[in-house]
Each structure stands twice: as structure tokens, then as C-alpha cells.
């Protein structure tokens, strides 16, 4: 209580160190950053990125490689949901833009082999089974890319000059 005992309406230069300490803490402790842009991290597309990555790994779990495509089918909605909101952030770049166009090579050579694999009336077609790997290792590349993407710091934060 000694340091509140000087006279009511009088601030000591104590209390003015004080208060400029903590603003300064503050100003530290919140950043100073630009708040128009959006949080790093990019919460939408990291849920999209779990859920794109969770379906890749349960997909094709101890399945057919028949079964598997219906899978993989399903994960073009993810991959679709994830290309809209790296456009809404305006994080496209050649590396994503290349992983994409590979999954969709990779799913054409699938489609392809699942055909082939049909009219056979072979549901464990060695090339369904490669076309398959194929597929899920673009996906795999695509999600490190989409990662990658949103774990980047945006362009022009922290670079302004002072």
C-alpha cells in the first residue's frame, strides 16, 4: 500500500513508468501486425486439410481396389472445397497448381483402369491396384502442398519496411 499512499490525483513518475511499461507489454504481446489481412493458419482450410487427410487414410483401408475408387470419388469433393478457399486467400501458387493437376492425371489413369478392370470383370486388376497407389500418393503430395500453403506466412506481412 505505500506505493498507493501519495496524494489522490497526483500521478508519480513511478506510475507513469508503470503504465508505459505495460503499454508497451501489450503492444508487444499483440503484435503489430496488419488486422485487415487474415490469421495466419487459415482455420477453414486447416479443417479442410484434416478432413481431406482423414478420408485419404480411411478410404482405401484393407479394401478391393474395385471398392477403393468410390473412396478416392469422394475425396474430389475435399480437394475441390480446399482449391476454392486457397483462391478466397489468394494462395495459389505453381507448386499447389502442379500437385493438383497430378491428381487429376492420376485419377484419369485410374478411371481408366477401373473401366478396364470392370469389362474384365476383375476387381483386384493389377493396374486398377497401381493406378490406385498412383492416385493416393498425388493426394498425399497435394495435401503437403495445401499445408504448405497455409502454414506460409502471407506475402507482405512483417515485410513492410518501418
Known amino acids: 500500500m505505500a506505493a498507493c499512499s501519495t496524494a489522490r490525483g497526483s500521478a508519480g513518475p513511478g506510475r507513469f513508468r508503470a503504465v508505459a511499461c505495460a503499454a508497451v507489454l501489450v503492444a508487444l504481446a499483440t503484435g503489430c501486425r496488419n488486422d485487415a489481412a487474415p490469421a495466419w493458419g487459415y482455420p477453414e482450410l486447416g479443417a479442410t486439410v484434416r478432413s481431406l487427410?482423414?478420408?485419404?487414410?480411411?478410404?482405401c483401408a484393407?479394401?478391393?481396389p474395385s471398392s477403393c475408387s468410390d473412396d478416392l470419388d469422394r475425396l474430389d469433393v475435399l480437394a475441390e472445397r480446399a482449391f476454392a478457399e486457397v483462391l478466397d486467400h489468394r494462395l495459389l501458387d505453381d507448386a499447389y497448381v502442379t500437385a493438383g493437376n497430378e491428381v487429376r492425371r492420376t485419377r484419369q489413369l485410374r478411371?481408366?483402369?477401373?473401366?478396364?478392370?470392370r469389362s474384365r470383370r476383375d476387381p483386384h486388376h493389377p493396374p486398377l491396384a497401381?493406378?490406385?497407389?498412383a492416385e493416393e500418393l498425388a493426394y498425399r503430395h497435394l495435401l503437403a502442398e495445401l499445408e504448405r500453403v497455409r502454414t506460409a506466412?502471407?506475402?507482405?506481412?512483417?515485410?513492410d519496411p518501418v
Open 53 to 59: 487427410s482423414r478420408a485419404l487414410e480411411e478410404g
Open 62 to 64: 484393407g479394401q478391393a
Open 111 to 117: 478411371l481408366a483402369a477401373a473401366a478396364q478392370a
Open 130 to 133: 497401381r493406378a490406385i497407389a
Open 153 to 159: 506466412p502471407p506475402q507482405r506481412e512483417g515485410t
